[in-house]
């Protein structure tokens, strides 16, 4: 089923959800479908349901019991081109889902589709939800319930979406589709802004993320150029007059799932984290808490999509904790602490003040994370020899006592030795990189080489904001084993300057 025109990307994730309605399974099949606010999730099931004629609905924040049965019932009745007094919706839950089931399946088949967008809303006053699709699903792999049917349900509350599926939940294995929808790359971002100038977009990116749902949040035009992205911040995001102002935003998107408490201490992690700890016991340090009563908190604010959760491919013990949300991470590092500031008319001041924060603690964080996409997208494996992982790292200089960070390395791990495919370094300052990055690569490489790691086929890459040297570029031809990628080619306008032979 092709793609209609009006989504953009999302290519893989159509693919998916067509294939799972489409399947010539003759029972019911479940499908769940999760991501932040904002996402484009409801955008997309739309285009779905409009595609597969079928029959979407979607749950009500704040809305009681007795009128989401209502407003499901309407909606059943205009799918079916009826008058509404014709569903009954005080009969209960299982009878409206029975009735929606039976009209997509009636109109097309095994592959009726019914979408239920957020769903944790209905969950918070009809928490039978969940098992009676269970019911509904168990009596047609049995033979007694529906022919066919797609329901694919959805929400923005992460945590409560992963825990439909897991442990002894009601729709543990029973869903064929367990999706969460990302934010768009930076170079999608800039093709849905209109943002043609990679430096600009690189900013915008850092600033706000991928989520499409922001552009309808402000009337002022799209920033063009780094110029415009500076008058373009205090009139959106530093705009307390605006819906897109990072204090409203951030404190919607942490109010989003029902599991968080709003609490001062998971402010205080999230404040943590954004202000660069990394590991439990750094956030413990910050927030006066022993690092084991942090356990319960840094794991719900990670299932709920606030943090994300990693470790260090060369030291599985060491844990990578950052913030999850571009927004969230702004408002912490650039608008909290101007907030007198921004509330009383001084956002330019503010946002000017800002500057060496904005470039050294986001910027430049956002670059090394974007270069490290980058090589995940590429399609060539040997680009990275063939290795799969690709992350960062710190490795220790035994000779001269130092720690050395890597920002971008590709390997894969065996028995405590790895295979390095690629160590870069990605460079977000004002100036262009020179032979001594170069030099410092092979430095590191050797460092890794002596602790037995193997750097046979290792590649050296540099990910610079304002390009490279010509000295630079000249070693790297003659060398053939090093690439260099400015922002045009991080965002795929043009090829690397140098590929590895």
């Known amino acids: 089923m092709l793609k209609p025109s009006r989504l953009l990307a999302r290519d893989s994730e159509w693919s998916t959800l067509t294939e799972f309605a ?88 095994a592959s009726g589709l019914l ?6 809303y209905w969950m918070t006053h009809s928490p039978e939800l969940p098992g009676l699709l269970q019911l509904l699903y168990d009596r047609s792999q049995t033979g007694h319930g529906h022919e066919g049917g797609r329901v694919i349900v959805c929400g923005s509350a992460v945590s409560v979406m992963n825990d439909l599926l897991s442990g002894t939940k009601a729709l543990r294995g029973r869903a064929a589709v367990d999706m969460r ?8 971002t800039a093709r849905h802004w209109g943002v043609d100038d990679p430096a600009t977009a690189l900013r915008l990116h850092a600033t706000i993320g991928g989520s499409p749902g922001y552009r309808n949040l402000t009337s002022s035009p799209s920033p063009r150029t780094p110029q415009e992205f500076d008058a373009w911040i205090p009139a959106t995001v530093l705009n307390p007059g605006q819906a897109l102002f990072s204090r409203s935003e951030a404190e919607y998107l942490l109010r989003e799932d029902p599991r968080f408490t709003g609490s001062s201490l998971h402010y ?35 299932s709920s999509g606030y943090l994300d959760y990693s470790t260090d491919p060369l030291w599985e013990r060491r844990p990578v904790i950052t913030v999850a949300d ?21 956002s330019t001041q503010a946002w000017h003040e800002s500057q060496p924060t904005f470039i050294s603690r986001i910027l430049g964080p956002h670059f090394e994370e974007c270069s490290r996409e980058w090589l995940r997208s590429r399609t060539d494996p040997s680009l990275r020899a063939g290795t799969s992982t690709i992350a960062s790292t710190v490795i220790n200089d035994q000779g001269g006592r130092a720690k050395h960070e890597i920002d971008v390395i590709a390997l894969d791990r065996r028995s405590g030795r790895a295979t390095v495919g690629l160590i870069g370094e990605a460079k977000a300052t004002l100036v262009r990189r020179g032979p001594a990055d170069l ?39 003659r060398r053939g084993d090093v690439l260099l990628v400015d922002l045009p080619s991080l965002f795929g306008k043009t090829e690397p300057t140098v590929l590895p032979t």
């Open 22 to 109: 489409t399947h010539p399974d003759p029972h019911l099949r479940l499908g769940v479908l999760s991501g932040r606010r904002r996402v484009g999730k409801s955008y997309l099931l739309r285009a779905l349901a409009d595609a597969m004629d079928g029959l979407y609905v979607s749950a009500v924040a704040e809305e009681g019991t007795v009128a989401a049965r209502r407003r499901f019932a309407d909606d059943l009745a205009r799918y079916a081109g009826v008058s509404s007094g014709l569903f009954r919706d005080d009969s209960g839950w299982e009878s409206l889902l029975d009735s929606a089931i039976s009209l997509t399946t009636r109109r097309r088949g």
């Open 439 to 477: 030099e410092r690569l092979d430095r590191l490489k050797e460092i890794l080489r002596g602790q037995g790691h193997d750097v046979t086929s290792t590649r050296l890459a540099i990910f610079s904001l304002e390009g490279f040297h010509p000295d630079l570029v000249a070693i790297a031809r």
């Open 115 to 120: 979408v239920i967008d957020e769903l944790p």
């Open 268 to 302: 205080a992690i999230i404040n943590a984290v954004a202000t660069g700890a990394t590991s439990p016991t750094k956030i413990g340090g910050l927030v006066e808490r022993d690092r084991t009563s942090l356990t319960r908190p840094l794991e719900m604010l990670t």
């Open 326 to 346: 571009p927004i969230i991470r702004f408002h912490n590092l650039i608008t909290v602490p101007k907030r007198d500031l921004i509330e009383t008319g001084g």
């Open 181 to 188: 929808l990302q934010p768009f790359d930076p170079s999608t």
